[in-house]
T-cell receptor, first 118, second 110 residues
Framework: NAGVTQTPKFQVLKTGQSMTLQCAQDMNHEYMSWYRQDPGMGLRLIHY???????DQGEVPNGYNVSRSTTEDFPLRLLSAAPSQTSVYFC?????????????????FGPGTRLLVL | EDQVTQSPEALRLQEGESSSLNCSYTVSGLRGLFWYRQDPGKGPEFLFTLYSAGEEKEKERLKATLTKKESFLHITAPKPEDSATYLCAVQAGGTDKLIFGTGTRLQVFP
């Protein structure tokens, strides 16, 4: 298993440009989520999905879009990049085993994408 | 408002010097409390999940405990390889969302 993979590892954008951060997992997990991590702020939830075709907003969703067409993939789209979106972005997934609470499943994080918006 | 506070922000220990990290929380009906380890430039690595007051879990030199208001991550006889940032997160009842604290940066010197 590759676990959770993210691409690219690093990206520089100009203000106003758009891009998609890719996230994929090969563990057949239903729950996937996107976080951003900023110094002194901790990890903040952007969007999450409880299964293919189902997404919802987290704490800081403005300026980001997501979709979940397959169980494996959960891309994050920046519509018009702003300097305030300079951050490290992490994708995560966790499984759901029948008869057990989802929370008991290990949550796996990807290696992160470092984004710089000029 | 649901909130997680971790202390101290940073902790320096001599190898073998045991200590504890604190995670205090306010949440509407705790569904679960999570501990993670994060190395520089990498994603968080899952350590433990705790569900109810009095619960304890152990992994090597780490032991996590939970009360109704806080959780402790006890580090016994730490080694330099335990140096990392330790993150705490809570999940409120009725939601899938996790709320993270800002972490404790641990440095263990030989």
């Amino acid at each position: 298993n590759a676990g959770v993979t993210q691409t690219p590892k690093f990206q520089v954008l100009k203000t106003g440009q758009s891009m998609t951060l890719q996230c994929a997992q090969d563990m057949n997990h239903e729950y996937m989520s996107w976080y951003r991590q900023d110094p002194g702020m901790g990890l903040r939830l952007i969007h999450y999905s409880v299964g293919a075709g189902i997404t919802d907003q987290g704490e800081v969703p403005n300026g980001y879009n997501v979709s979940r067409s397959t169980t494996e993939d959960f891309p994050l789209r920046l519509l018009s990049a702003a300097p305030s979106q300079t951050s490290v972005y992490f994708c995560a997934s966790s499984g759901w085993a029948s008869g057990r609470r989802r929370s008991e499943e290990t949550q796996y994080f990807g290696p992160g994408t470092r984004l710089l918006v000029l | 408002e649901d909130q997680v506070t971790q202390s101290p922000e940073a902790l320096r220990l001599q190898e073998g010097e045991s200590s504890s990290l604190n995670c205090s929380y306010t949440v509407s009906g705790l569904r679960g409390l999570f501990w993670y380890r994060q190395d520089p430039g990498k994603g968080p690595e899952f350590l433990f999940t705790l569900y109810s007051a009095g619960e304890e879990k152990e992994k090597e030199r780490l032991k996590a405990t939970l009360t109704k208001k806080e959780s402790f991550l006890h580090i016994t006889a730490p080694k330099p390889e335990d140096s990392a940032t330790y993150l705490c997160a809570v999940q409120a009842g009725g939601t899938d969302k996790l709320i993270f604290g800002t972490g404790t940066r641990l440095q263990v010197f030989p």
